[in-house]
Structures are given as C-alpha cells and as structure tokens.
C-alpha cells in the first residue's frame, strides 16, 4: 500500500493560522510531504491552511494517550511521517513526544516541559552551577492562593509581576503595584490557576529583548512593551540596534537560557531583559517561533535568509547551519490601537496615509472588522485592532516611521462608545 509523506505541525497560538500556510507550502515544495495540523479544538480556518486536521489534547496528563491516538491515525490512514513542528507552548510536550515516538529530531518530553511551564524553567536557572558573568536570575515563586499572593508581594517590596506558569502571548501578565491590587490580580488570573500562577521581582527600568533561533541561527530582536497594569508586546524590531558588547551579553544570556532545557531544540524565543546597570536576566524561555510576525521581520531584514525553511529542514533532516544571519537593514511591526472601547464604526486606508506620510509600506493589516467589539485596554496581544510592517536601512527612521503612521492611523479610527444602561430607580 502507497504511503504519503507528512509533517505534523503541534498547534499554533493566536492569530497565527496563516502562519500554517508557510509551512504547508515549504513541507510540499522542499518534501512533496503534507501538513497534518494536530488542535485541541479545530477552528474556522484550519481546514483552508493544512491538508488534514486532527484533534488531540495536549495537556501533560494526556500526553501518551495523544501520541496513540496520533499513531493509530497516522497509520490508518498510510501516512509516513518525516517531520514534527511543535508550533505552540501547549504543543511543545505533544510535539517532543511524537519525534520521541518516531526517532525523528526533536528534544525528549521532560526537556520540553521547561518550554511550557515557566517554574521549571526557574528551577533549572536557579540550579544551575554556571552563567554567564553578567547573568542575573529573578526571583520567582509559585503561588497557591490570595493569602500566599499577599505575603509575597510584601516580602518583594510591595511590587511584583504575576502571570501564567503555562501561557503565551502575553496572557494574564500584569503587574502588581501596590499589595492592596492582589485581591483583584488574584481575581483576573482565576482561568489560568489551574495551569499554575507565577510571580516574580518587578524588574523597572530594562529593556527587552528576545534572542531568537532556528536552526543554529541566532538574532537578537528589540521589544517594547506597553505600559501600565498589563504588559503586552506593541513593537519588535529586527535585529536590535546594538554596540557590540551589548549583542554579546543578550547573545551569551539568550544561550545559556537554551542550554538550561535543550540543546537539541530547533527553534527559541527567549525573552531577556537587559537592566539599567547592564545586566541581563531572563524574562522566559519559548521553545518555538517567536509570535509578532518576527520571523517575517528577519526575512525581510537578513540577506537571504528563509527562517520558515531553516526550520522545516531541521525538523526533516536535522539540520543545524551556526551562520548567524547577515542585515541588510532594519524591519519593524507595531500594532494598533483602537482610541476607544466600543464598536469599531470606521478605520482608515493604511495604504494611502503611508502614501501621504511619505513612507514605503511593507505590511498593513486589521485584525479588526467593522461592528467589532474593541478596546482601549490593552490586556495581550489580541487586545489590538492590526498591524503595520515597515523596513528601512536607517534604525532611526525605521522608528520614526513606524511611530508617525501607527499615530496617523489610530488618531482616525472611530469608535462608537456603547452607553452604560442607566439603572432603574425603585
């Protein structure tokens, strides 16, 4: 009986269903090989980016029974697998036991854990017998309840960071200014208790930065994140403008984060901060493409560099290049938002104000349809209304560019404000 060659890719976070399509089209154009995408619950456009789709839980306890389930189907149906992609923090456990299962690359189950669970990631930097010299660990503790939130917070100063043991982007993540905001941070955080809350030291003043991988390639990638009660990720920048020291610092902190779990991954977004004083410390480890359409950013942004093929190679044929990418210049995305929570009434052509401003657009795109439900507070990344992508030789402009149409663009979105119903008088 014939057998057809596939790819399974293990989930995707957010709005990254597009992102399948890329994947789909290198498994066929590098493999004649199909994509079957594994889901814990299939969604509307699942079917439109993958040849076949299968449901699969992905929670730890389900592990073995997901990777029969996948087997049996595999089988079934004579496919021949030849490569696993684990797409999502959730997917990254399903995805190291299903190359585990079939001898194909990937990391084993119990180094997979470190990407999902960010205590255990904690715990091995806490362990470990050797950093780097600028390298300093945060403090971080799970926590089990209100009365346990509280006392830590005191103990931190009275600030402190919470969020999601097992979550992605930037879910759940706030900061905690004063103790007397733990009872409702306890509150906002009740859907994810079950995964595991963490909290940890209130890192201020530092900025981020990821140090992105694929396949023995490195980059490192600038963040801004938004302020106030929440932190969600607005802007990235490919590569970060940086002096050389710098680089080498975030570059030696980024490594020592993926030693800590696996040195067998084919792909890391880890988060890093880079303190006033010069040190860097570890904000999380992600075992799978950086979200924000970064590796877009570092296509268009590096001389001939495909990470999305990088990645499928090494999970098909293991294959590791250690030449780092080369700039031809900057890209950048920032996300929009909207003025106002309500109904979105109107936006503007993106196209045509980049046109006035006199700026080269790369990528323009809302997330947003009219009659949509938005809102002015930033929760996570799902919170914004679009995107725009821009590139310039010049970092300088690239950020200024990026600053003045992501202004023109919200200052002119409408928003129909929905009353509060008054309440009745008894």
Known sequence: MNTTSCVVVVGYNGNRVHDIQKLRDLCKTLYNARLILVVEQIQADDDQVADHVCTASMAPQDIADSVDLLVGCLSADCWKLVGVLPFSDRG???????????????????????????????????????????????????????????????????????????????????????????????QALKPYREGGIVLEELIQNAREYSWDYVAGSTWVTEKTTTEGAYRAEIQQVVPAPLAADVQARLAAAGRHMSGLVSLENGAYHNEIFLRRDGLTSAVETNMRPGGMHIWDLARLAFVDFDPWERWVRWAVEGKVDHQDPVARGYCGIRLLRAPAGGLLRFVPDIQSLARELNIELVEAVYAKRLSDSVTALVKDNTSFIGHIVLFSEDYGQLSDNLLRLAEAIESRVEVTCLAVPARAVG
Do not use: M, N
């Open 92 to 186: 990254v456990l399903l995805g190291a036991a299903l190359a585990t299962h079939f001898g194909l690359p990937g990391i084993t189950p119990g180094e997979a854990r470190a990407g999902l669970d960010k205590q255990i990631f904690r715990t091995l930097e806490a362990a470990a017998d050797t950093a780097p010299e600028d390298y300093r660990p945060v403090f971080s503790a799970r926590i089990e309840s209100l009365g346990e939130l509280r006392q830590r917070v005191v103990e931190l100063g009275g600030r402190a960071f919470i969020k999601p043991a097992c979550e992605g982007a930037s879910r759940g993540c706030r900061v905690i200014h004063h103790p007397s905001e733990c009872d409702e941070a306890w």
